[in-house]
């Protein structure tokens, strides 16, 4: 019986010790595992938007300016996208994630010159929606690749 009470105590010392340290870490491991889900969502939307805005921009150009090349699956996705205004203008944009990375790497060169690399984090809102964060700003995936395209034709 004295054994008995002892557990007990040690048990309910140990659960009021812990209790919000486990509810801390189960709400991160939750958290995580969103986020994974939602990046991969994500990238997911900007890969397939780049994709189509390479045809309708061709179009409207009315030349082959845009070059977007996807690959990959859920967890482990990537794009190349090569941008050639003109024939002595050449941008190139490479986009990779990895899901347990929470972020998209970005490289980024023109001209066959050195390339400049960023990570691109992507954080989840107030409001549950998954935004790359770049600096101070936010962007969704539409917004995203608007970016990077500019970028690359500026």
Not at 14 to 22: C, G, I, S
Not at 118 to 140: C, F, M, N, R, W
Not at 141 to 148: A, W
Request: aromatic share 6%; with cysteine.
């Amino acid at each position: 019986m004295e054994a008995t009470d002892w557990l007990d105590a040690t048990v309910q010392r140990a659960k009021q010790k812990y209790e919000a340290q486990r509810a801390q870490d189960e709400k991160s491991v939750q958290t995580e595992a969103l986020k994974r889900k939602l990046g991969n969502q994500f990238c997911r939307e900007l890969f397939a938007w780049l994709e189509s805005v390479e045809v309708r921009f061709n179009n409207r150009f009315g030349a082959q300016v845009l070059a977007v090349s996807a690959v990959g699956s859920d967890g482990c996705r990537s794009a190349q996208i090569l941008a050639r205004p003109i024939r002595t203008k050449e941008g190139t944009a490479s986009l990779s994630y990895e899901e347990n990375t929470a972020s998209l790497g970005l490289s980024v060169g023109f001209g066959g010159g050195a390339e400049t690399a960023q990570t691109i984090k992507l954080v989840l809102s107030p409001d549950g929606v998954l935004l790359a964060e770049i600096g101070a700003k936010h962007y969704t995936p539409e917004r995203l690749g608007q970016k990077i395209i500019d970028d690359l034709l500026a």
